[in-house]
T-cell receptor
């Protein structure tokens, strides 16, 4: 079955702490895409990253980094030196190339960064 | 600019009064979809369309209708809204490869 699990409902940190948001997925497809989206308090969904299943190289973009491990079906997201502006709900999502009828979302992790 | 445009951003309506939320994309995408977001449940798919005149139910289609008469437009219709349809709604479009989804800004609907 296809499923995305974000076990952390809420995380609170103090500014400058590093924080990792976990994402575990299940898929019946051999080729798939994984995504992370940020939803700030204003409500829109902001695209952060896309990873395809053939590319397990970790990615870094500024303070953001992603660790993709097919062996554990995980696609974790780390924010280094968190800032108040990072406060948002973060969603992990899965798209299967053979079953492209939908994007499957996790339930989201609310991150609160306190000054 | 490539985008998905949803209107309205906010809507308060009364039970039973038909409403339509519009969605339009300018990327010539074949695939379009509607999601609703509720606390603790993430985003769930309502309906999707793989091309003009082709629509299908998602996970939570009850109480909703859609149409795809043109490639760029995919309106969401609530014929008789009820309070349990109070939610944040997103329209999305993509190529059929599913390798990149563009979302609208969301419509926050309240049914009283």
């Amino acid at each position: 079955a296809q499923k995305v699990t974000q076990a952390q409902t809420e995380i609170s940190v103090v500014e400058k702490e590093d924080v990792t948001l976990d994402c575990v997925y299940e898929t019946r497809d051999t080729t798939y895409y994984l995504f992370w989206y940020k939803q700030p308090p204003s409500g829109e969904l902001v695209f952060l990253i896309r990873r395809n299943s053939f590319d397990e190289q970790n990615e870094i973009s500024g303070r953001y980094s992603w660790n993709f491990q097919k062996s554990t079906s995980s696609f974790n997201f780390t924010i280094t030196a968190s800032q108040v502006v990072d406060s948002a709900v973060y969603f992990c999502a899965l798209s299967e190339t053979r079953f492209t009828d939908k994007l499957i979302f996790g339930t989201g992790t609310r991150l609160q960064v306190f000054p | 600019e490539a985008q998905v445009t949803q209107n309205p951003r906010y809507l308060i309506t009364v039970t039973g009064k038909k409403l339509t939320v519009t969605c339009s994309q300018n990327m010539n995408h074949e695939y379009m979809s509607w999601y609703r977001q509720d606390p603790g449940l993430g985003l769930r798919q309502i309906y999707y369309s793989m091309n003009v005149e082709v629509t299908d139910k998602g996970d939570v289609p009850e109480g909703y209708k859609v149409s795809r008469k043109e490639k760029r437009n995919f309106p969401l219709i609530l014929e008789s809204p009820s309070p349990n349809q109070t939610s944040l709604y997103f329209c999305a479009s993509s190529t059929l490869k599913g390798d990149g989804y563009t979302f609208g800004s969301g419509t926050r609907l309240t049914v009283v």
